[in-house]
Protein backbone atom coordinates (compact mmCIF):
# COMPACT_ATOMS: atom_id res chain seq x y z
CA UNK A 1 0.00 0.00 0.00
CA UNK A 2 1.35 3.21 -0.80
CA UNK A 3 1.27 6.62 1.53
CA UNK A 4 0.98 9.38 -0.43
CA UNK A 5 0.64 13.05 2.04
CA UNK A 6 -0.62 16.27 0.63
CA UNK A 7 -0.60 19.71 2.28
CA UNK A 8 -3.79 21.02 3.27
CA UNK A 9 -4.20 24.74 5.28
CA UNK A 10 -0.66 24.58 7.69
CA UNK A 11 -1.18 20.65 7.96
CA UNK A 12 -1.10 17.60 5.50
CA UNK A 13 -3.54 14.71 4.74
CA UNK A 14 -2.27 11.03 4.31
CA UNK A 15 -3.92 8.89 2.21
CA UNK A 16 -3.48 5.26 0.55
CA UNK A 17 -3.59 4.10 -2.48
CA UNK A 18 -2.59 0.38 -3.87
CA UNK A 19 0.88 0.42 -5.64
CA UNK A 20 -0.82 -1.07 -8.65
CA UNK A 21 -3.51 1.76 -8.04
CA UNK A 22 -0.72 4.43 -7.71
CA UNK A 23 -0.31 6.60 -11.35
CA UNK A 24 2.55 8.61 -9.62
CA UNK A 25 2.99 11.80 -7.16
CA UNK A 26 3.49 15.07 -8.55
CA UNK A 27 5.22 18.03 -7.19
CA UNK A 28 7.74 21.16 -7.01
CA UNK A 29 10.97 19.12 -7.82
CA UNK A 30 13.96 17.81 -4.76
CA UNK A 31 15.64 21.51 -3.73
CA UNK A 32 18.26 22.12 -5.82
CA UNK A 33 22.29 21.52 -4.40
CA UNK A 34 22.88 25.44 -3.67
CA UNK A 35 21.06 26.91 -0.87
CA UNK A 36 18.60 29.92 -1.62
CA UNK A 37 20.05 32.71 0.07
CA UNK A 38 22.93 31.90 -2.09
CA UNK A 39 21.08 31.22 -5.01
CA UNK A 40 19.60 35.23 -4.63
CA UNK A 41 22.54 37.11 -2.86
CA UNK A 42 24.61 35.42 -6.61
CA UNK A 43 21.34 37.15 -8.64
CA UNK A 44 22.02 39.85 -6.73
CA UNK A 45 25.62 40.15 -7.10
CA UNK A 46 25.65 39.58 -10.76
CA UNK A 47 22.26 40.73 -12.09
CA UNK A 48 21.71 41.46 -15.65
CA UNK A 49 22.65 45.17 -16.24
CA UNK A 50 23.76 47.70 -13.24
CA UNK A 51 23.74 46.45 -9.42
CA UNK A 52 20.75 47.91 -7.39
CA UNK A 53 22.87 49.26 -5.19
CA UNK A 54 24.25 51.88 -7.78
CA UNK A 55 20.79 51.81 -9.37
CA UNK A 56 19.04 53.08 -6.68
CA UNK A 57 22.14 55.69 -5.22
CA UNK A 58 20.62 58.93 -4.33
CA UNK A 59 17.48 58.44 -6.30
CA UNK A 60 14.08 58.16 -4.87
CA UNK A 61 12.99 54.15 -5.05
CA UNK A 62 9.75 52.26 -5.15
CA UNK A 63 9.62 48.90 -4.10
CA UNK A 64 7.07 46.94 -5.00
CA UNK A 65 6.52 43.84 -3.58
CA UNK A 66 3.78 40.96 -3.67
CA UNK A 67 0.85 41.06 -1.30
CA UNK A 68 0.53 38.40 2.10
CA UNK A 69 -1.31 36.11 -0.35
CA UNK A 70 1.79 35.17 -1.97
CA UNK A 71 4.02 32.91 0.30
CA UNK A 72 7.49 34.56 -0.82
CA UNK A 73 10.41 34.10 1.99
CA UNK A 74 10.16 36.99 3.83
CA UNK A 75 14.34 36.72 3.63
CA UNK A 76 14.25 37.68 0.07
CA UNK A 77 12.88 41.07 0.66
CA UNK A 78 15.59 41.42 3.45
CA UNK A 79 18.48 40.52 0.85
CA UNK A 80 17.05 43.71 -1.30
CA UNK A 81 16.42 45.98 1.39
CA UNK A 82 20.16 45.68 2.28
CA UNK A 83 20.87 46.85 -1.29
CA UNK A 84 19.04 50.00 -1.25
CA UNK A 85 21.21 51.48 1.88
CA UNK A 86 22.10 54.79 -0.08
CA UNK A 87 18.66 55.72 -1.53
CA UNK A 88 17.67 59.50 -1.04
CA UNK A 89 13.94 58.01 0.11
CA UNK A 90 12.25 54.10 -0.50
CA UNK A 91 8.49 53.74 -0.49
CA UNK A 92 7.16 50.23 -0.03
CA UNK A 93 4.56 49.68 -1.67
CA UNK A 94 2.60 46.01 -0.87
CA UNK A 95 0.94 44.94 -4.35
CA UNK A 96 -2.59 44.27 -3.67
CA UNK A 97 -4.14 44.60 -6.56
CA UNK A 98 -8.36 43.87 -5.71
CA UNK A 99 -6.71 42.40 -2.58
CA UNK A 100 -7.91 43.79 0.82
CA UNK A 101 -5.42 46.57 1.76
CA UNK A 102 -5.73 45.14 5.89
CA UNK A 103 -4.87 41.86 6.50
CA UNK A 104 -3.30 39.83 8.83
CA UNK A 105 -0.81 38.47 6.56
CA UNK A 106 0.03 42.33 4.94
CA UNK A 107 0.79 43.28 8.89
CA UNK A 108 3.86 40.49 8.74
CA UNK A 109 5.19 42.08 5.87
CA UNK A 110 5.00 45.23 6.82
CA UNK A 111 6.82 44.41 10.42
CA UNK A 112 9.54 42.61 8.56
CA UNK A 113 9.87 45.92 6.40
CA UNK A 114 10.15 47.55 9.28
CA UNK A 115 13.13 45.26 11.07
CA UNK A 116 15.09 45.63 7.92
CA UNK A 117 14.50 49.00 7.18
CA UNK A 118 14.53 50.84 10.31
CA UNK A 119 17.74 53.05 11.05
CA UNK A 120 19.27 51.71 8.23
CA UNK A 121 16.98 53.34 5.33
CA UNK A 122 17.81 57.22 5.25
CA UNK A 123 13.84 57.94 4.79
CA UNK A 124 11.03 55.33 3.98
CA UNK A 125 7.60 54.33 4.22
CA UNK A 126 5.28 51.68 4.01
CA UNK A 127 1.80 51.95 2.17
CA UNK A 128 -0.74 48.77 1.26
CA UNK A 129 -2.20 49.56 -2.37
CA UNK A 130 -5.70 49.98 -1.71
CA UNK A 131 -8.21 50.34 -4.94
CA UNK A 132 -10.84 51.95 -2.68
CA UNK A 133 -9.13 54.97 -1.16
CA UNK A 134 -6.02 55.39 -3.19
CA UNK A 135 -5.23 58.27 -5.46
CA UNK A 136 -5.00 57.77 -8.87
CA UNK A 137 -3.07 59.11 -12.02
CA UNK A 138 -3.71 58.72 -15.85
CA UNK A 139 -0.78 57.35 -17.56
CA UNK A 140 -2.47 56.71 -20.89
CA UNK A 141 -3.94 54.06 -22.87
CA UNK A 142 -3.17 49.95 -24.04
CA UNK A 143 -4.01 48.96 -27.45
CA UNK A 144 -6.54 47.05 -25.96
CA UNK A 145 -8.58 50.40 -24.98
CA UNK A 146 -7.89 50.15 -21.07
CA UNK A 147 -6.97 53.30 -19.78
CA UNK A 148 -3.73 53.01 -17.11
CA UNK A 149 -4.17 54.49 -13.45
CA UNK A 150 -1.80 53.71 -11.32
CA UNK A 151 -1.56 54.85 -7.53
CA UNK A 152 -0.05 58.14 -7.57
CA UNK A 153 2.52 57.73 -4.88
CA UNK A 154 4.26 55.21 -6.97
CA UNK A 155 4.49 57.46 -10.29
CA UNK A 156 6.49 60.16 -8.05
CA UNK A 157 9.17 57.86 -7.63
CA UNK A 158 12.72 58.25 -9.73
CA UNK A 159 13.07 54.12 -10.08
CA UNK A 160 11.50 50.88 -9.21
CA UNK A 161 12.01 47.76 -7.69
CA UNK A 162 10.26 44.37 -7.99
CA UNK A 163 10.37 41.41 -5.88
CA UNK A 164 8.50 38.83 -7.60
CA UNK A 165 8.20 35.06 -6.79
CA UNK A 166 7.25 33.70 -10.31
CA UNK A 167 5.12 30.61 -11.33
CA UNK A 168 2.56 29.72 -13.88
CA UNK A 169 -0.66 31.55 -13.75
CA UNK A 170 -3.64 30.24 -14.95
CA UNK A 171 -4.79 33.49 -17.28
CA UNK A 172 -1.79 35.71 -17.53
CA UNK A 173 1.12 33.07 -18.46
CA UNK A 174 2.81 33.91 -15.19
CA UNK A 175 2.77 35.23 -11.73
CA UNK A 176 5.82 38.15 -12.61
CA UNK A 177 6.99 41.20 -12.26
CA UNK A 178 4.50 42.98 -14.37
CA UNK A 179 1.63 41.83 -12.40
CA UNK A 180 3.16 43.80 -9.55
CA UNK A 181 2.31 46.73 -11.51
CA UNK A 182 -0.77 46.11 -13.22
CA UNK A 183 -2.86 44.63 -11.32
CA UNK A 184 -0.78 45.39 -8.24
CA UNK A 185 -1.05 49.18 -7.71
CA UNK A 186 -3.38 50.28 -10.51
CA UNK A 187 -7.12 51.31 -10.33
CA UNK A 188 -10.24 48.94 -10.27
CA UNK A 189 -10.76 50.45 -13.78
CA UNK A 190 -7.84 49.46 -15.09
CA UNK A 191 -7.84 46.01 -13.54
CA UNK A 192 -11.14 44.74 -14.61
CA UNK A 193 -10.38 45.76 -18.30
CA UNK A 194 -7.29 43.79 -18.04
CA UNK A 195 -8.99 40.51 -16.52
CA UNK A 196 -11.87 40.91 -18.82
CA UNK A 197 -9.21 39.46 -21.42
CA UNK A 198 -9.10 35.91 -19.77
CA UNK A 199 -12.36 34.80 -21.65
CA UNK A 200 -10.04 34.69 -24.86
CA UNK A 201 -8.16 30.86 -25.27
CA UNK A 202 -5.22 32.40 -25.65
CA UNK A 203 -5.31 33.71 -22.05
CA UNK A 204 -3.76 30.70 -20.20
CA UNK A 205 -0.45 29.42 -18.23
CA UNK A 206 2.95 29.20 -20.11
CA UNK A 207 1.56 31.84 -22.49
CA UNK A 208 3.59 35.21 -22.67
CA UNK A 209 4.83 37.44 -24.73
CA UNK A 210 8.28 37.30 -22.96
CA UNK A 211 8.16 33.56 -23.71
CA UNK A 212 10.74 32.12 -26.43
CA UNK A 213 8.08 30.00 -27.80
CA UNK A 214 4.45 30.11 -26.65
CA UNK A 215 4.12 34.41 -27.10
CA UNK A 216 0.31 35.04 -27.33
CA UNK A 217 -1.84 36.48 -24.84
CA UNK A 218 -3.80 39.36 -24.71
CA UNK A 219 -4.13 39.65 -20.81
CA UNK A 220 0.00 39.32 -20.26
CA UNK A 221 0.53 42.22 -23.26
CA UNK A 222 -2.09 44.69 -22.28
CA UNK A 223 -0.26 44.54 -18.30
CA UNK A 224 3.06 45.06 -20.41
CA UNK A 225 2.12 47.90 -22.41
CA UNK A 226 0.19 49.22 -18.89
CA UNK A 227 3.37 48.79 -17.10
CA UNK A 228 5.87 50.82 -19.78
CA UNK A 229 2.98 53.77 -20.30
CA UNK A 230 3.39 53.48 -16.31
CA UNK A 231 7.35 53.42 -16.31
CA UNK A 232 7.54 56.38 -18.91
CA UNK A 233 10.83 55.19 -19.56
CA UNK A 234 11.91 54.65 -16.02
CA UNK A 235 14.27 51.91 -15.01
CA UNK A 236 13.11 48.85 -13.46
CA UNK A 237 15.32 46.37 -11.20
CA UNK A 238 13.66 43.32 -10.18
CA UNK A 239 14.61 40.25 -8.36
CA UNK A 240 12.87 37.31 -9.63
CA UNK A 241 12.95 33.59 -8.23
CA UNK A 242 10.83 30.29 -8.20
CA UNK A 243 10.20 29.22 -4.55
CA UNK A 244 8.21 26.39 -2.52
CA UNK A 245 7.12 25.96 0.68
CA UNK A 246 9.73 28.89 1.32
CA UNK A 247 12.67 27.52 -0.27
CA UNK A 248 14.17 29.05 -3.00
CA UNK A 249 15.16 27.31 -6.57
CA UNK A 250 16.04 29.64 -8.98
CA UNK A 251 16.92 32.98 -8.66
CA UNK A 252 17.79 36.22 -11.27
CA UNK A 253 18.03 40.01 -11.10
CA UNK A 254 18.71 42.71 -13.21
CA UNK A 255 16.32 44.27 -16.02
CA UNK A 256 13.30 43.50 -15.72
CA UNK A 257 12.48 42.14 -19.42
CA UNK A 258 16.25 40.54 -19.59
CA UNK A 259 15.59 38.80 -15.79
CA UNK A 260 11.64 38.01 -16.37
CA UNK A 261 13.08 36.25 -19.98
CA UNK A 262 15.09 34.36 -18.02
CA UNK A 263 13.02 33.02 -15.30
CA UNK A 264 10.23 31.82 -17.38
CA UNK A 265 12.44 29.45 -19.02
CA UNK A 266 13.77 28.38 -16.14
CA UNK A 267 10.44 27.52 -13.98
CA UNK A 268 9.24 25.55 -17.60
CA UNK A 269 12.14 23.28 -16.88
CA UNK A 270 11.38 23.01 -12.76
CA UNK A 271 7.49 23.10 -12.87
CA UNK A 272 6.41 21.62 -16.09
CA UNK A 273 5.15 18.56 -15.21
CA UNK A 274 4.43 15.58 -17.91
CA UNK A 275 2.00 13.28 -17.01
CA UNK A 276 -0.12 11.16 -18.38
CA UNK A 277 -3.84 11.99 -17.99
CA UNK A 278 -5.99 9.73 -15.94
CA UNK A 279 -9.71 9.80 -15.27
CA UNK A 280 -9.25 10.19 -11.66
CA UNK A 281 -6.79 12.62 -10.16
CA UNK A 282 -6.22 14.05 -6.61
CA UNK A 283 -5.01 17.83 -6.50
CA UNK A 284 -3.85 19.85 -3.37
CA UNK A 285 -3.09 23.43 -4.17
CA UNK A 286 0.15 23.24 -1.26
CA UNK A 287 -1.74 24.41 1.51
CA UNK A 288 -1.45 27.31 3.22
CA UNK A 289 -1.79 30.02 1.78
CA UNK A 290 -2.57 28.99 -1.50
CA UNK A 291 -6.04 27.38 0.19
CA UNK A 292 -7.19 29.76 2.67
CA UNK A 293 -10.14 30.71 0.57
CA UNK A 294 -11.61 28.64 -2.63
CA UNK A 295 -11.03 31.62 -4.60
CA UNK A 296 -7.31 31.48 -4.45
CA UNK A 297 -7.42 27.30 -4.39
CA UNK A 298 -8.96 27.16 -8.13
CA UNK A 299 -5.87 28.46 -10.03
CA UNK A 300 -4.47 24.48 -8.89
CA UNK A 301 -7.61 23.35 -10.63
CA UNK A 302 -6.65 25.32 -13.71
CA UNK A 303 -3.63 24.19 -13.58
CA UNK A 304 -3.45 20.76 -13.18
CA UNK A 305 -6.17 20.51 -15.70
CA UNK A 306 -4.38 18.77 -18.64
CA UNK A 307 -4.05 15.36 -15.66
CA UNK A 308 -7.81 14.80 -16.24
CA UNK A 309 -9.27 12.87 -19.08
CA UNK A 310 -12.85 14.33 -20.26
CA UNK A 311 -15.30 13.23 -18.49
CA UNK A 312 -12.95 12.52 -15.47
CA UNK A 313 -13.14 12.88 -11.87
CA UNK A 314 -10.97 14.89 -9.09
CA UNK A 315 -10.50 15.43 -5.41
CA UNK A 316 -9.54 18.78 -4.46
CA UNK A 317 -7.89 19.08 -0.88
CA UNK A 318 -8.76 23.10 -0.22
CA UNK A 319 -9.53 24.03 3.45
CA UNK A 320 -11.08 27.15 2.58
CA UNK A 321 -10.23 29.12 6.48
CA UNK A 322 -11.67 31.69 5.28
CA UNK A 323 -14.62 30.23 3.46
CA UNK A 324 -15.04 30.77 -0.71
CA UNK A 325 -13.52 34.27 -1.02
CA UNK A 326 -12.44 37.16 1.13
CA UNK A 327 -14.94 39.93 -0.17
CA UNK A 328 -18.95 39.43 -0.98
CA UNK A 329 -17.89 41.35 -4.56
CA UNK A 330 -15.55 38.22 -5.41
CA UNK A 331 -18.22 36.29 -3.47
CA UNK A 332 -20.75 37.13 -6.01
CA UNK A 333 -18.93 37.24 -9.19
CA UNK A 334 -17.28 34.30 -8.80
CA UNK A 335 -19.76 31.69 -6.84
CA UNK A 336 -22.89 32.87 -7.28
CA UNK A 337 -23.30 32.12 -11.01
CA UNK A 338 -22.50 28.74 -10.57
CA UNK A 339 -25.37 28.37 -7.73
CA UNK A 340 -27.96 29.89 -10.20
CA UNK A 341 -26.90 29.18 -13.95
CA UNK A 342 -26.21 26.64 -16.70
CA UNK A 343 -22.79 26.57 -17.05
CA UNK A 344 -23.52 27.52 -20.69
CA UNK A 345 -25.17 30.73 -19.35
CA UNK A 346 -22.44 31.93 -17.06
CA UNK A 347 -19.65 31.42 -20.17
CA UNK A 348 -22.39 33.50 -22.67
CA UNK A 349 -23.36 35.97 -20.03
CA UNK A 350 -19.45 36.54 -18.88
CA UNK A 351 -18.36 37.08 -22.77
CA UNK A 352 -21.10 39.60 -22.57
CA UNK A 353 -20.78 41.84 -19.85
CA UNK A 354 -17.76 41.29 -17.87
CA UNK A 355 -16.92 42.27 -13.89
CA UNK A 356 -14.24 41.53 -12.27
CA UNK A 357 -13.28 38.58 -10.57
CA UNK A 358 -15.84 37.02 -13.07
CA UNK A 359 -12.60 35.12 -15.21
CA UNK A 360 -12.83 33.05 -11.79
CA UNK A 361 -16.38 31.75 -12.93
CA UNK A 362 -15.61 31.28 -16.52
CA UNK A 363 -12.92 29.31 -16.38
CA UNK A 364 -14.35 27.08 -13.54
CA UNK A 365 -17.32 27.07 -15.49
CA UNK A 366 -15.07 25.74 -18.59
CA UNK A 367 -13.74 23.80 -16.09
CA UNK A 368 -17.13 21.54 -15.46
CA UNK A 369 -18.20 21.40 -18.55
CA UNK A 370 -14.98 19.21 -19.22
CA UNK A 371 -14.66 16.46 -16.29
CA UNK A 372 -17.10 14.43 -14.67
CA UNK A 373 -17.10 15.41 -11.07
CA UNK A 374 -15.02 17.62 -8.43
CA UNK A 375 -15.66 16.44 -5.17
CA UNK A 376 -14.13 18.64 -2.66
CA UNK A 377 -12.59 18.14 0.74
CA UNK A 378 -12.68 20.86 2.84
CA UNK A 379 -13.28 22.49 6.45
CA UNK A 380 -16.00 25.25 5.06
CA UNK A 381 -19.42 24.65 7.08
CA UNK A 382 -21.95 25.11 4.43
CA UNK A 383 -21.89 22.42 2.58
CA UNK A 384 -25.30 22.96 0.89
CA UNK A 385 -23.64 25.82 -0.72
CA UNK A 386 -20.67 24.38 -2.10
CA UNK A 387 -23.38 21.62 -4.02
CA UNK A 388 -25.60 23.95 -5.60
CA UNK A 389 -22.33 25.32 -6.96
CA UNK A 390 -21.56 22.03 -8.39
CA UNK A 391 -18.45 21.00 -6.05
CA UNK A 392 -19.45 17.73 -4.20
CA UNK A 393 -17.87 17.85 -0.65
CA UNK A 394 -16.24 14.84 0.67
CA UNK A 395 -16.26 14.16 4.54
CA UNK A 396 -13.76 11.07 3.88
CA UNK A 397 -11.68 11.45 1.17
CA UNK A 398 -9.79 8.23 1.48
CA UNK A 399 -13.67 7.05 0.89
CA UNK A 400 -13.41 8.56 -2.33
CA UNK A 401 -10.05 7.15 -3.25
CA UNK A 402 -11.68 3.74 -2.14
CA UNK A 403 -14.77 4.03 -4.47
CA UNK A 404 -12.97 4.93 -7.61
CA UNK A 405 -11.01 1.81 -7.29
CA UNK A 406 -14.32 -0.17 -6.26
CA UNK A 407 -15.63 1.13 -9.31
CA UNK A 408 -12.47 0.29 -11.57
CA UNK A 409 -9.93 -2.11 -10.38
CA UNK A 410 -7.75 -0.69 -12.73
CA UNK A 411 -8.09 2.56 -11.96
CA UNK A 412 -4.57 4.26 -11.97
CA UNK A 413 -4.92 8.03 -9.76
CA UNK A 414 -2.90 10.71 -10.26
CA UNK A 415 -1.68 13.05 -6.90
CA UNK A 416 -0.66 16.57 -6.78
CA UNK A 417 1.40 18.56 -3.95
CA UNK A 418 1.41 22.27 -4.83
CA UNK A 419 -0.69 22.60 -7.19
CA UNK A 420 -0.55 26.46 -7.40
CA UNK A 421 2.96 26.48 -8.66
CA UNK A 422 3.21 24.04 -10.97
CA UNK A 423 1.79 23.40 -14.35
CA UNK A 424 0.99 20.10 -16.38
CA UNK A 425 2.08 19.80 -19.97
CA UNK A 426 -0.65 19.10 -22.27
CA UNK A 427 -0.43 15.41 -23.94
Not at 86 to 111: P, Q, R, S, W
Not at 149 to 163: G, K, L, R, W
Not at 282 to 291: A, K, N, Q, R, T
Not at 368 to 396: P, S
Amino acid sequence: MKEIALSYGQGTITLQVPEKNFGGLYGPPPLPKAKGFKLVKEALDNPIGEKLENLSKDKKVAVIVEDGTRDAPAWTLRAVIQRLLDAKEVIFILATGMHKAVTDGNKKIEDIIKMAAEGKIKQYSILAHDTQKATFVSCGRTSFGNEVEVNAVANDCEIFVTVSDMKPHYFAGYSNPIKNFVPGICSFKTIEKNHSLAVAPEATFVNHPWHPVHKNNPVAQDMIEAMNLILSGRPVFTLNFYSAKGRVYYAVAGEIRAATEKCIVEIDKIAGIKAESSRYVVVSPGGYPFDETLYNAQRALELTQNAVLDGGEVLFLSKNTLGIAETEKANKEFFEPLTLKTLEQIIIDIENDFHVPAQKAYKVAKYFQRIGKLYLYTDYADKELLAKGRFLTADNPQAIIDEWIRQDPDAKILFFEGGAKIFVLPN
